[in-house]
T-cell receptor, first 114, second 113 residues
Framework: DAMVIQNPRYQVTQFGKPVTLSCSQT?????MYWYQQKSSQAPKLLFH???????NEADTPDNFQSRRPNTSFCFLDIRSPGLGDAAMYLC?????????????FGPGTRLTVT | AQSVSQHNHHVILSEAASLELGCNYS??????LFWYVQYPGQHLQLLLK??????LVKGIKGFEAEFIKSKFSFNLRKPSVQWSDTAEYFC???????????FGKGTRLSVIA
């Protein structure tokens, strides 16, 4: 009965080779978030979708893009991964955007860039 | 800039010891505060949250946290830890409304027999 599912759990890509990470949810939540967490650092919000409305954080590099084709799925695209993009990528969902609503996290995808 | 600080990187306790993990925030307005736990190999789970009202918040698995506005703190406590509490603990905060959730760097708790 997993609620937020991330595939794959581990991803290896080559420097400069585009990569896509996947997130799906069974909660029917309106909001889906993508966080980046580097080793020994705090998770950092990259962007979120409120329904179909995309909201980018100001300091998220252009190299990172996202797609949400439907309520259940959200993808993180890294157009040209660099060594510095190696990290754990966390997907989260919430019923709505207001801080009152709890965020539910997936297990994460660990990205390695060679 | 809004930030959340956790000053303990790694805490090692014996079973039955009492736990207190520090969390400080720097927000100018009304803030909502959270503690998340991540057990080995698992996803982040919400332990407890504070929005308003009673500053002493009780969460799951015997955890509690106290919001002290004058100290900008939201420390996590448990009177007696168990081996199963071994995990990474993250404090997080966001201003009320539609604002980003900002995490601290996390504190790794190791409970030994």
């Amino acid at each position: 009965d997993a609620m937020v599912i991330q595939n794959p759990r581990y991803q290896v890509t080559q420097f400069g080779k585009p990569v896509t990470l996947s997130c799906s949810q069974t909660l029917n939540h309106n909001v889906m978030y993508w966080y980046q967490q580097k080793s020994s650092q705090a998770p950092k919000l990259l962007f979120h979708y409120y329904d179909k409305d995309f909201n980018n954080e100001a300091d998220t590099p252009d190299n990172f893009q996202s797609r949400r084709p439907n309520t259940s799925f959200c993808f993180l695209d890294i157009r040209s991964p660099g060594l510095g993009d190696a990290a754990m990528y966390l997907c989260a969902t919430s019923r709505d955007r207001d801080s009152y609503y709890e965020q539910y996290f997936g297990p994460g995808t660990r990205l390695t860039v060679t | 800039a809004q930030s959340v600080s956790q000053h303990n990187h790694h805490v090692i306790l014996s079973e039955a010891a009492s736990l207190e993990l520090g969390c400080n925030y720097s927000y100018g307005g009304t803030v909502n505060l959270f503690w998340y736990v991540q057990y080995p190999g698992q996803h982040l789970q919400l332990l407890l949250k504070y929005f308003s009202g009673d500053p002493l918040v009780k969460g799951i698995k015997g955890f509690e946290a106290e919001f002290i506005k004058s100290k900008f703190s939201f420390n996590l406590r448990k009177p007696s830890v168990q081996w199963s509490d071994t995990a990474e603990y993250f404090c997080a905060g966001r201003l009320s409304g539609n604002t980003p959730l900002v995490f601290g760097k996390g504190t790794r708790l190791s409970v030994i027999a």
